[in-house]
């Protein structure tokens, strides 16, 4: 049975690249029960911004190209479900690392990574998060420092309730891809200034090619006078290429110029076409180089993911 539905998964993830179609963070639809069980268990430090209506146009992608790229993220998370026996041990995707000397440890922190290296439940990781946000020690940065300290290459340790991406919820190892995200300088190299990115590789990716990493990028500018905001907006990019540092070119193959195209791309309904641009705070960050932990929650934008929370660690 594990044999036959990896197959499947490999199929499905080479079906939708060759299908200009990937689903990502800002990826596929759930349902109304996933956006209820989200806005059910959002920690007490987090106040989500009222959301505005923006206009939505006709996207550029054809019709039928939408709903077969709809089809097949469907398929993909029929596969990749098809695997998850246990979904709330699952959302702990990586163990977090201690080999950072520069980290200065705390009881709360500790307290996060314990239950993280264990991979509790989410109710007991969002249960550190409630205590460990308050402490934030990027609480007063300025915007200069703020983007000093987000600067540099992070590994996803955890997200909250997310189907943004089936593959993450894949509860073996050796299938589950590693996720990343890409800020500053690494992002500028990587896909160009003014722009954030986040990256897949590894597990069944590999099926892929070896070293294949697929990327989504898109523009980022921080909230004035809210240093750990960021307003995410077009152009949005799906890139197939090589890892970070590899110096492969990267195939684009879905590019959108609005969020009312991209959110079509993904299947999304009218309504979350006409949601405000995406708005991704980062509610606890340290400043320690490799190791710094950074707490992040998608606080405005698209109603699917509203209240997505994730814990990333610097590499």
Do not use: H
């Given at each position: 049975m594990v044999r036959r539905t990896t197959l499947e998964i490999v199929a499905v993830v080479s079906l939708l690249v060759r299908a200009e179609g990937f689903c990502s963070k800002f990826g596929p639809g759930a349902t109304r029960a996933d956006e209820r069980?989200?806005?059910?268990?959002?920690?007490?430090?987090?106040?989500?911004?009222?959301?505005?209506?923006?206009?939505?146009?006709?996207?550029?992608?054809?019709r039928t190209r939408?709903?077969?790229?709809?089809?097949?993220?469907?398929?993909?998370?029929?596969?990749?479900?098809?695997?998850t026996s246990s979904p709330a041990s699952a959302r702990v995707v990586s163990a977090p690392s201690r080999s950072s000397s520069r980290v200065e440890?705390?009881?709360?922190?500790?307290?996060?990574?314990?239950?993280?290296?264990?991979?509790?439940?989410?109710?007991?990781?969002?249960?550190?998060?409630?205590?460990?946000?308050?402490?934030?020690?990027?609480?007063?940065?300025?915007?200069?420092?703020?983007d000093s300290a987000l600067d540099g290459e992070w590994k996803l340790l955890w997200y909250s309730t997310s189907n943004f991406s089936p593959l993450l919820k894949l509860p073996?190892?050796?299938?589950?891809?590693?996720?990343?995200?890409?800020?500053?300088?690494?992002?500028?190299?990587?896909?160009?200034?003014?722009?954030?990115a986040q990256g897949l590789n590894g597990g069944v990716l590999s099926a892929l090619g070896p070293?294949?990493?697929?990327?989504?990028?898109?523009?980022?500018?921080?909230?004035?006078?809210?240093?750990?905001?960021?307003?995410i907006y077009p152009p949005f990019r799906l890139q197939l290429g090589g890892g970070v540092g590899s110096g492969r070119s990267k195939?684009?193959?879905?590019?959108?110029?609005?969020?009312?195209?991209?959110?079509?791309v993904n299947g999304r309904s009218t309504e979350a076409q006409l949601a405000p641009k995406n708005e991704y705070e980062q509610i606890y960050?340290?400043?320690?180089?490799?190791?710094?932990?950074?707490?992040?929650?998608?606080?405005?934008?698209?109603?699917?993911?509203?209240?997505?929370m994730f814990v990333h660690q610097k590499v």
């Open positions: 069980a989200r806005s059910e268990r959002t920690p007490s430090a987090i106040r989500l911004a009222p959301d505005s209506t923006e206009g939505c146009r006709e996207s550029r992608v054809s939408r709903e077969w790229i709809a089809g097949s993220l469907a398929a993909a998370t029929t596969a990749c479900s098809a695997l440890s705390s009881p709360e922190r500790d307290e996060l990574l314990r239950a993280l290296d264990s991979k509790s439940s989410n109710d007991v990781v969002l249960g550190c998060i409630d205590k460990l946000v308050p402490t934030n020690p990027a609480k007063d940065f300025s915007q200069a420092s703020f073996i190892n050796t299938l589950r891809p590693d996720s990343y995200q890409y800020f500053g300088d690494v992002a500028t190299r990587e896909v160009g200034r003014g722009r954030v070293g294949t990493q697929l990327w989504l990028s898109s523009g980022a500018a921080s909230r004035e006078g809210s240093p750990g905001a960021l307003e195939r684009t193959i879905v590019e959108a110029d609005s969020d009312a195209d991209f959110r079509a960050m340290e400043d320690f180089g490799a190791g710094s932990l950074r707490i992040s929650v998608i606080t405005k934008g698209d109603p699917v993911i509203v209240g997505e």
